[in-house]
Nanobody
Framework: QVQLVESGGGLVEPGGSLNLSCTTSGFTFSQYPMMWFRQAPAKKRALVAFIHESGRNTYYGDFVEGRFTASRDNAKKTAYLQMNSLKPEDTAVYYC?????????WGQGTQVTVSS
C-alpha cells in the first residue's frame, strides 16, 4: 500500500534551517509529482511546494519568497524540502502528498516550530 513518512521537523530559532524528508513506498515514485503542504493551528492547509516527477520543475506558495527548495531523489523514493531563513509564521505541521489515480495520499506530518 502507499505510504508516506515525513521526518526532519523540530524546533528551530528564527533565521534557522531545516530539511524535511518524505520517504515513500507502495508506488512508482518516479512517475508522480510530489507536493508539500502545511497547516498551522486554526488555519487551512496550504500548498508549500510542488515538484514535478522529473524534479526539473518546481512551484512554491507565495509566502515561500525564495526561502525553500523542493527536491527529490527518485532512486531513494524520497522527496525533500529544504527550508532556510525560517520565520515564526512558518510554524506548522508539514505534510507531503502524492496524487495517484484521483486519490490523494498523505503522510502523517512533521511538526516545525520556529521560536526563540
Amino acid at each position: 500500500q502507499v505510504q508516506l513518512v515525513e521526518s526532519g521537523g523540530g524546533l528551530v530559532e528564527p533565521g534557522g534551517s531545516l530539511n524535511l524528508s518524505c520517504t515513500t513506498s507502495g508506488f512508482t515514485f518516479s512517475q508522480y509529482p510530489m507536493m508539500w503542504f502545511r497547516q498551522a493551528p486554526a488555519k487551512k492547509r496550504a500548498l508549500v511546494a510542488f515538484i514535478h516527477e522529473s524534479g526539473r520543475n518546481t512551484y512554491y506558495g507565495d509566502f515561500v519568497e525564495g526561502r525553500f527548495t523542493a527536491s527529490r531523489d527518485n532512486a531513494k523514493k524520497t522527496a525533500y524540502l529544504q527550508m532556510n531563513s525560517l520565520k515564526p509564521e512558518d510554524t506548522a505541521v508539514y505534510y507531503c502528498k502524492v496524487p495517484i489515480s484521483g486519490y490523494d495520499y498523505w503522510g502523517q506530518g512533521t511538526q516545525v516550530t520556529v521560536s526563540s
